[in-house]
């Protein structure tokens, strides 16, 4: 938001006061605040600092002076003294808000919780030893003296850094969209009993680290460079919420310090979006609960044989036929929640919102399109990309026919370069992710094509002719700038250069460890382990995937990716959730499924080994946010 508003009630004179702050990057002239609210102006209204425009039952609408211009970083203050009645209850302040510009354009606003003078002082020793401290994923060090007897309902920003302004209201937004019930944790203007949090850099404290130090109630939250800052205001918001949910168990230290740094640079999570579609709202709520986890990798599996999410200009045939399954298409239903099939993309204007949304809670976007397998909806949409000859000789592990792009064709590479090219100006990130995963043994050998091509070229069989298509893919994207990702079948057939990609181990355990020893970047995504379509239990009645066995809580949080291997030393980058829909045909189902072991995961990312406590993080782990 470009806008953050605070509302203060001042009971003593029965008047609403009104800080919106501009947390942009330009100055605003002449700027007029809406807000709805039950709380309403009565006319003549009495204002100071604004005034009223008009006022339609609970909309308002106040200008600013003639002339007045709110520059990055300044608040415009105004009193309302008006009133139909005395606010009792923080519901009663503004519920929405937005800033009409001088050219009419409404502007969304953050509008934070009413303020009212609490009854207690700002800080007092709770004196209880039985609090601990709420924050999931574990901090590398807490060590507190002593609890506040009652959590702060809000923490006040000091200072008027516009970098801090945006990023602490961004936090305040995440944690109002996945906490609605809980208090807004900061403020950026506040009544005078408010406790302070004052920010400090330190560049000393290294990337993504922070250190939050409180001293009788204040407290100093110091930042490295990268996102230190976010990840130490997410523990702040943590603290907070989770002492108001359970203040029996959980509280925030009136003298103490927290310490902390991610373990794994690489902390990610998959979302397939193929085999069950999920609306734009459910994603970017995915992306929300990703930031709060701290974890910073978005994996988005756009593509597969159920179908094609992303728009792609250069082939609409991807969105209007290969988007859809059903009865009269080229794919039959698949594992929708019905037998009518399924339909559903983004745009290439939804996906930059997913990934602006994304980078403003420091979550960077992989997108992944899956060839040369898995493409049997493209090959339904675009039958120029099939040998005409070849007999449906091959059937993946799914159970689809001839659905992997044949090498010996020209067109798969126009086909994959054209799309690559449109996916690589919506995603900025560095990796983009081409599967490159269960090709059947034996594809393409009954193509005519192929079998030319292999006499042409000496390649000797289907493990071959990929890696021969998949380094035609590398270099492509290497000339744009990327680096390739790919799932563990990327090195098959004598692989890629493994200086410009980046291996996801999914088979095994110890598939880890051997792709690093192959001299692969590797990040650790085990089904045996991380897998979160596998059922939990080994109940016959127990939802999930079964082909990696079953996957409990306890085997997920105390799965180790790091086994002393020494190959792993540089090349281990991290761990993944991966979220696999075959299964996760409600909503019940997926976070059932999802959590909390997706919570499990980003722990063991973030966490040292000996800083993971399971019954711990089972106590915690009800309190994290679902879908």
Not at 15 to 21: D, H, I, N, P
Not at 125 to 150: F, H, N, S, Y
Not at 394 to 411: H, K, R, T
Not at 490 to 514: D, M, Q, R, S, Y
Request: aromatic share 10%.
């Amino acid at each position: 938001m470009q806008f953050h508003l605070d509302s203060l009630w001042h009971a003593e004179e029965d008047a609403m006061e009104f800080a919106l702050t501009n947390c942009g990057p330009s100055p605003v002239a002449n700027p007029r605040l809406v807000y709805a609210t039950l709380t309403r102006c009565l006319r003549p209204s009495r204002c100071t600092g604004a005034t009223l425009l008009r006022r339609q039952a609970n909309f308002h609408e106040y200008a600013s002076a003639d002339g007045f211009v709110l520059q990055p970083g300044e608040t415009w203050r105004f009193t309302e003294y008006s009133l139909t009645r005395p606010a009792l209850h923080s519901n009663e302040g503004p519920k929405s808000a937005g800033v009409r510009l001088e050219d009419g354009t409404l502007v969304p606003a953050f509008a934070s919780d009413l303020q009212a003078a609490t009854a207690v002082g700002r800080a007092a020793p709770a004196g209880r030893a039985d609090l601990t401290c709420g924050v999931l994923p574990e901090p590398r060090r807490v060590a507190v003296t002593d609890w506040q007897a009652k959590a702060p309902v809000h923490l006040a920003l000091q200072g008027r850094d516009l970098a801090v302004l945006q990023t602490v209201s961004r936090v305040a937004a995440l944690t109002r969209r996945l906490h609605p019930l809980a208090p807004v944790p900061f403020v950026l203007t506040a009544k005078a009993d408010v406790s302070p949090l004052v920010v400090v850099a330190d560049p000393a404290l290294g990337e993504d680290a922070y250190r939050i130090v409180w001293h009788d109630g204040e407290a100093r939250l110091h930042h490295g460079t990268g996102q230190g800052l976010f990840y130490g205001l997410v523990t702040l918001a943590q603290l907070m919420t989770h002492a108001h949910d359970a203040p029996g168990r959980y509280g925030v230290p009136l003298t103490g310090v927290v310490e902390d740094a991610p373990r794994h640079g690489w902390r990610g999570a998959h979302l397939d979006v193929s085999r069950q579609f999920y609306p734009l709202d459910q994603v970017l709520r995915y992306v929300d609960i990703l930031a709060w986890h701290k974890m910073n990798r978005f994996h988005w599996h756009l593509t597969d044989d159920e179908g094609w999410r992303l728009e792609i200009k250069a082939y609409p045939q991807l969105t209007e036929v290969a988007a859809h399954t059903g009865m009269a298409l080229p794919v039959l239903p698949q594992l929708g929640p019905d037998i009518t099939g399924q339909s559903g993309f983004y745009t290439q204007a939804e996906a930059r919102q997913v990934v602006k949304h994304a980078a403003g809670l420091g979550v960077e976007v992989m997108p992944e399109i899956d060839v040369p397998g898995h493409c049997a909806c493209v090959l339904g949409a675009l039958p120029e990309l099939v040998d005409a000859e070849e007999p449906e000789s091959y059937w993946s592990v799914q159970g689809f026919g001839n659905n992997a792009l044949n090498p010996a064709i020209e067109g798969s590479y126009t086909f994959a370069e054209t799309v690559l090219a449109e996916v690589c100006e919506i995603f900025p990130f560095e990796i983009i992710h081409v599967g490159g995963d269960e090709v059947a043994e034996g594809a393409w050998m009954q193509s005519p094509k192929a079998q030319a091509m292999m006499r042409e070229t000496g390649l000797k069989d289907t493990h071959e002719m990929q890696a021969y298509f998949l380094r035609h893919i590398q270099e492509f994207l290497i000339g744009l700038g990327r680096r390739l990702g790919g799932w563990e079948e990327v090195a098959h057939g004598g692989g890629l250069n493994p200086a410009h990609c980046l291996l996801f181990a999914w088979t095994t355990i110890e598939k880890t460890a051997e792709l690093a020893d192959e001299g692969y970047d590797v990040v650790s995504t085990p089904g045996q382990a991380y897998y979160l379509d596998m059922a939990l239990s080994d109940d016959w009645y127990a939802p999930g995937a079964s082909w990696a066995g079953f996957t409990p809580l306890d085997k997920t949080y105390g799965f180790e990716a790091d086994n002393g291997a020494a190959a792993l030393a540089g090349r281990l980058k991290g761990v993944q959730a991966c979220v696999w829909s075959e299964h996760l045909t409600t909503m019940a189902r997926k976070n059932h499924m999802i959590f909390p072991r997706l919570s499990a995961i980003a722990e063991a990312g973030w966490s040292a080994a000996e800083r993971k406590d399971f019954d711990r993080f089972k106590a915690l782990a009800p309190l994290m946010p679902d879908l």
